[in-house]
């Protein structure tokens, strides 16, 4: 398989244009929606070429790999966000609190939990997003549609967390924007002003509907190399 130059400056370039037009076409200004940079398995060497290019807020979705990556660098670069998005495990909550600026899938009792035991032991929390699993599929993260208010309210009731936004990944085969108009229901009656959903295929649907932040990958760094490799 050959790829094309990899040219992260024009690339960038091109979905932040598409992004401000998407906005500006809803009305909205395109400064108030983030550029996530989903880095996941992608080499280091894309991941420094899109930094040089002035991205400051990336996606990861495994901690361990995150640390790997950025825990030694992340003093020397300025103003880095990071952002988890895959599923976090509750025993490495702590690793997570000391990783990432946000996290956006939490998503149960027991990981608001642990993240507020953290808290208790003095721990900066990073801000935090709960994940709706809007298409209710089942290998899928995500408290269920039903379920979302009263989780918001346990956690900020119960466990005394402030959450920031909600996140969605639709099902890969269903029309997106009828999950992104879910979830911006869900978080306007939750009284949530911060929604995270959009990849690649979508991001510009996800503006229409809403999204302040959209995370995408394969589009800014090309085609992710196999998982696990
Ligand atoms: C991988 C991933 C993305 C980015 O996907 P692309 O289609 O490559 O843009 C976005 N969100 C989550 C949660 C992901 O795991």
């Not at 509750?90 to 990981?111: H, Q």
């Amino acid at each position: 398989m050959t790829s094309p130059a990899f040219d992260p400056t024009a690339a960038r370039r091109a979905i932040l244009d598409r992004i401000g037009i998407a906005a500006r076409a809803a009305g909205r200004d395109p400064s108030d929606v983030t550029l996530t940079a989903v880095c996941k398995q992608q080499p280091w060497e894309r991941v420094a070429r899109v930094l040089k290019a002035g991205q400051r807020v990336f996606g990861e979705n495994r901690v361990q790999e995150a640390s790997a990556r950025w825990g030694e660098r992340r003093s020397e670069i300025r103003d880095l966000e990071l952002r988890l998005i895959g599923p976090l495990q509750t025993n490495k909550a702590a690793d997570a609190c000391a990783l990432f600026d946000v996290i956006e899938t939490l998503d149960r009792p027991k990981l608001a939990q642990s993240l507020a035991a953290l808290r208790d032991r003095g721990l900066a929390l990073p801000r935090l997003y709960v994940q709706v699993n809007t298409g209710e599929e089942p290998q899928k993260a995500g408290v269920v549609p039903a379920q979302a208010d009263s989780f918001v309210k346990e956690v900020r009731e119960t466990f005394g967390l402030t959450v920031e936004g909600l996140m969605c990944i639709p099902p890969e085969d269903e029309e997106p924007a009828m999950h992104f108009a879910l979830l911006a229901r869900i978080a306007r009656r939750n009284g949530l002003a911060r929604l995270s959903m959009g990849m690649s295929a979508d991001f510009e649907t996800a503006v229409r509907f809403g999204a302040t932040s959209v995370r995408v990958g394969s589009a800014l760094f090309g085609e992710r190399p196999p998982a696990g490799g």
